[in-house]
């Protein structure tokens, strides 16, 4: 089966600097995959490569067998790919709705947007309630569930995520993730970059672990979860 992401042997540089050396992962259709590691291990830099924020120095990156590297970051996204962002990026005087209109740009059809306004409500009743409050006065969570419901606004095949649970306290994540979870069940494919290991394993199939540039594990999540390596390093409490 043709995987619907496949980064091949990438190697990114910032400037003379280089913090990714070959990296390579596959994503299949309707899988969760987790991207795990500690902060600077270069998870950040791996999806801004994917978008085509950043142009790679050397590999591929495909997407359902097309190579996307080289394309510009609206391509992607209108191919399906879509990006929540580390910390949001929200635009604080601007409004829920407006934020979840500008997430649909691409789309044409006003009964599509429609639809996909419904859709977000539905997962996300609160940003329904205060659609017409602006960004900046709800709360990090509230913030969250928005910036994860402008990114389904584009109607995406597959949805990464950098550091969703950063900054929210455990009951927020433990509702954000929850979410991760249930949108693989409306057919969403899921990349999810995250620095708290153990929630990202646990709602993952598969995992990739980076560090400092490189992929050093790879494996069905409930194994990684059982590795003496990642234990030692992501799980000691």
Known sequence: MEPLLEVKDLDV?????????????????????????????GKTTTLKT???????????VLFEGRRIDGLPTHSIVKMGVTLVPEGRQLFPELSVYDHLIAGAYLLKDKDVIRERLEFVYDLFPVLKERRSQKAGTLSGGEQQMLAIGRALMSMPKLMMFDEPSLGLAPKLVDAILDTIA?????????????????AALEISDRGYVIENGRIILEGKSS??????????????I
């Not at 249930?182 to 153990?198: D, M």
């Not at 194994?223 to 000691?236: M, Q």
């Open 13 to 41: 540089a910032y400037g003379k600097i280089q913090v990714l050396w070959g990296v390579s992962f596959k994503v299949y259709k309707g899988e969760v995959v987790a991207l795990v590691g500690s902060n600077g291990a």
């Open 50 to 60: 994917i978008m085509g924020l950043i142009k790679p120095v050397k590999g591929a």
């Open 182 to 198: 249930r949108l693989r069940y409306e057919g969403i494919t899921i990349l999810l970059v995250e620095q708290n290991v153990r």
């Open 223 to 236: 194994e990684l979860l059982e590795s003496e390596r990642v234990k030692k390093a992501y799980l000691a």
